[in-house]
């Protein structure tokens, strides 16, 4: 049978009719499968590639935008004043002092508000303050400002930002299977402009239960949105050029930080931030015309028919001339190992497995809890947070760089220990710097701060793209979504992390720091994987060996040590996986 587009279809196979573009008619057709199609298209002409990889990586600037902007809606102010009756009287007859001898902000002596002559306060009575005065003349309203969240009810701001990452989570878990069954593109589009509206619903909620509540529901789809437009990215690409597409989406990533650093410097109030954020959403209605589906997606979800037509399109973009006509099949086949049914268990069953997987929710937790201190609690660091979280920002300029470079010449696991090293002894000095008792020292903590943030991020982009490497096939997305998940678990615990600093000053930086360095030590647990094909079973996973039995061994497995016994590379297959199972973690 032919469709109306000229593509003749036998057998779920397509035959390519190749009226609409220049080919050799003397060559028979060829069956390619859809990997090299698409690894022929980027090696003559990169063109068509770079045009949809620019149009689908823009949706990480709303992403970004979400996932920044609640600390900035959420801050609370550090210099507040408890509001006093206008008359003769001094602040001492209304606000009774603390053991240092600084005013208790939080409280108020109870007295005849028209009574202007001074009673000993000894015997007066308190009462908790309703209202307060912000002193930071730039400082603009926050929900801790208009709902008063300050003292007894600071609590409140520390719930909306948990239960923000719970509503990650429960993205993560729920919804991140929606563009497997429906395709990249419309659930990307659904998920960007349900958010925009959500957007402009919280910025005009009347309370902060509302405000709880759209906020929540905005995090799990922010979470569909990223992560469908990480799979949508890297799919564009041929297998050896994903990792390079992850790396760039990180650009969109740090081009939204940087316009928000300016948006929220000149907005400061918290309604019109999420407005000035949210209307710009409505421009991905664009999508529908303008963005392709996924052709891996359409070849796992045999409309293969559609994937040729998107081909052909691309060699037209490409003004490309075909070398024959071609068949595109579906290459992807599992044996009965495969097969099977896979459950959770089964990343704790076998010990090797069992140890990587436990080392890798290690990582995730702390490096994304790191990361959210660093980034999403930037008013935790001395010094000007607008100011700070913009140096936050272009710190991830080199990291991206540093990473990609350094994974592409020393592999994953040395860069992973270095980076989470690295990053622990410079996080550590930064708490240590004792800024209460010297403020002029806060360039120094800030500026060891950066640079254990910048370790942080490149730690992290390594990680995600090692989680897809080292587990084997069959157990690859679920490894990779329960990584996900201690991920976000790491996000809702950063905020509690910083409480620590109630206790002492230096202990939050210290505990994200030494945590660090743990983690750069388990790392020597996990299997080299640069230049390694990629592993099918857990069979195959259990005789996956660590960077210290390497080490130990190097002599006898110089040929192939990432598999004991003989050298048996080219026995394993580098199947071509789905990669949005694989990277659904950015």
Known sequence: MTSENGVDIQSNNVILDVNHVQTDPTNDVTPVSLEQCMDWLYTNSKKWHLIKFFIVGLAWVPFSHTMLQDQFLRMVP???????PTNNLSRDQYIPKKDDGTYDECNIYIRNTNYSVPIETNYLETQECTQWDVLDENFGPTIATEWSLFCSEEWKVGISATLFFVGVMVGSLTLGQLSDRFGRKYVLTGAILCQGILGIILAVVPNYPAYVVVHFIIGSLMKLSGTTAIVHATELFPMEHRDFAGICMESFWLFGWLSLAAIVYFVRNWRHIM????????????YHWFLPESMPWLVSANRVDEAEIIFYDA????KLRLPKRIKIVDSNKVDEEESRKYNPLDLFRTPNIRMLTLVLFFLWTFNSM?????????E???????LNFAIAGLVEIPSYIAAYYIINRWGRVYPTVAFHIIAGVFLAASGLVPVQDSPDLQPLSITLAMVGKLCNSSSFAIIIFFTAEVYPTVIR???SA?????ADLGSILGPYVLKLGSFHYTAPFLFIGSMSVVGGLLSLLLPETWHRPLINTIAEGEKLKHMIAINKDQKDHDANPLIDGEDTTNNLNCVHYNVGQCVSAM
Do not use: E, H, R, W
């Not at 550090?78 to 006093?84: A, E, G, L, V």
């Not at 060699?315 to 490409?318: F, G, L, Q």
């Open 380 to 386: 935790s660091l001395a010094g000007n947070p607008y």
């Open 78 to 84: 550090k210099d507040i004043q408890c509001q006093t």
């Open 477 to 479: 997305s679920m490894g």
């Open 315 to 318: 060699v037209k973009v490409n």
């Open 370 to 378: 790191t990361y959210n201190i660093l980034s999403m609690n930037i």
């Open 275 to 286: 407005l000035v954020t949210a209307v710009p959403t409505a421009l991905f209605i664009l």
């Open 482 to 486: 329960s990584c996900v998940a201690f």
